[in-house]
């Protein structure tokens, strides 16, 4: 079914223009109205994906005819049409549901590419209304929640590599579910009723690290007053999973190492060789490839851990799981909670789809657990989160009269595009700009110029790598 637009506008050329000029860059039909009145007769009578509405109008204006297609239809994508010199009441349709507004006479290239950006929008707000009711414990898999194409990647290939006993690498942003992942290996392998032991390697001192993997013996440093065990030796027969293990020491990778190949270590102050029947699973949100670059991460250890490596997709390459999510973790809190049943707004979850999600399904949870604690509705709204629609929209977008100016507007969006680029190329690499700037095919000088001028330092992204 191809995709259906309606524009509204009580001058027949401008909708002569528009039905001619949009079908050219976009599949769709389009439909046109020259009155709110007729407009919202359409919208009653049949489905449409987006509407371009004039906000000035004889008769029913635009803003009520916004106002009335929301009363009708929630989850419509409208966009507004306003004059140059009307931007106040183009803010207050937003305000009002609306998605985005354009200002006239405007450039018809910005014009397709709003339109695609709010398609895509209302595509994914489409796609997922029945995904809502589908939230049951039979349609989660192993605790995750999520039916897009990547995850469903992720889940066949947990299945496949949990009968075996290979060592796996859990690669992904924070937030993104390695911890879920490991379990999931864990709990569907053969070891499922042996120990899962887990330890967060960077929230243990460097000088502890050795001796909470490995245990020592009585005297084999100072407050040794005891023999105690490992937890290498606590996960004798089952799973370990190292999580975050981008950063430890090289003694310590040296002795992992070891363990990997054989089996066996030593602890401290120990002369005697344990062997230990334990499969290995590690995780790290930095590239360990540019660390083994640094001299930094033994390649040999690398490729013992890495016999498999399953990447964990961010939030914002799944962005269509995010209703899935959002309603289970409705559900999890209000029951939790003890709170009557809430539901997002069409305006907050348009914003939920908009939005970057840096922290990724943990952000997501925390925005949630927050709605459920703070929304004293039973429908939850931007307003309850304290989020600003302004700073969340995405696009470009007319914030005061001299931003029109076109040098203006220019440097701005050349000045967002540079920071968004540089930060991406920095964050894969972990801070380091020389593979940074052979990533983007630039010249280091050139990265350099960019991150000056932008006020961008590399020492920022080398400290959030570690964490």
């Known amino acids: 079914m191809k995709t259906r637009i309606l524009i509204v506008d009580d001058e027949i050329d401008m909708l002569k223009l528009l039905s001619r000029s949009i079908p050219q860059h976009i599949d769709c039909e389009i439909e046109t109205a020259l009155s709110g009145e007729e407009a919202f007769r359409l919208v009653e009578q049949k489905p449409f994906d987006l509407a371009l509405v004039d906000i000035r109008m004889s008769g029913m204006n635009g803003i009520e005819l916004l106002e009335r297609i929301k009363q009708l239809d929630q989850w419509l994508t409208v966009i507004m049409m306003t004059a140059h010199g009307a931007i106040e009441v183009a803010v207050e349709s937003i305000k009002k549901g609306a998605y985005d507004f354009i200002t006239k006479p405007f450039d018809h290239d910005h014009l397709i590419h709003l339109l695609q950006k709010a398609l895509e929008r209302s595509r994914l707000l489409r ?102 065990k490992g937890l290498f030796e606590e996960a004798d027969g089952g799973t370990i999973f190292l999580d975050e293990i ?82 289970f973790f409705l ?24 939005s970057d999600w840096n922290g990724n399904v943990r952000e997501l949870e925390n925005i949630i657990k927050k709605a459920v604690v703070m929304a004293p509705g039973d429908k939850v709204k931007v307003s309850d989160i304290g989020w600003d629609i302004a700073s969340k929209q995405k696009g470009f977008s007319f914030k005061k009269e001299e931003d029109l100016l076109y040098r203006k507007a220019k440097q701005r969006v050349l000045q967002d595009f540079n920071i968004n680029y540089a930060t991406k190329a920095l964050q894969k690499t972990g801070g380091n700009v020389t593979r940074a700037a052979q990533l983007c095919e630039l010249k280091k000088q050139s990265s350099q110029q960019i991150m000056k001028k932008c006020n961008i330092k590399s020492a920022k992204f080398r400290k959030s790598a570690r964490n």
């Open 246 to 327: 981008g950063d430890i020491s090289p003694s310590v990778q040296t002795k992992l190492l070891q363990i990997s190949e054989d089996k066996e270590f030593k602890p401290l102050g120990c002369t005697k060789t344990m062997h230990v029947d334990v499969r290995i699973i590690a995780s790290t949100n930095i590239n360990l490839k540019v660390r083994m670059e640094e001299n930094k991460f033994r390649r040999d250890l690398y490729y013992r851990l890495c016999v498999v490596d399953i990447n964990m997709p961010p939030l914002r390459e799944r962005k269509e799981d995010i209703p899935l999510l959002t309603e």
């Open 127 to 228: 796609e997922n209304l029945n995904l809502r009711e589908r939230i049951r414990e039979e349609e989660t898999f192993q605790n995750f929640v999520g039916a897009s194409l990547c995850m469903q990647k992720v889940y066949d290939t947990i299945q496949i590599i949990s009968k075996t006993d290979v060592a796996v690498l859990i690669t992904g942003d924070s937030g993104t579910g390695k911890n879920l992942a490991a379990k999931a290996i864990h709990a569907l392998s053969h070891r499922s009723n042996k120990p899962y032991v887990r330890i967060n390697c960077p929230t243990i001192p460097e000088n502890i690290l050795e001796s909470e993997l490995f245990g020592y013996t009585k005297g084999a440093f100072t407050n040794a007053v005891q023999t105690r």
């Open 331 to 354: 559900k999890k809190y209000c029951a939790k909670f003890n709170r009557k049943n809430k539901q997002l707004s069409p305006e907050l979850m348009g914003l939920f789809l908009d």
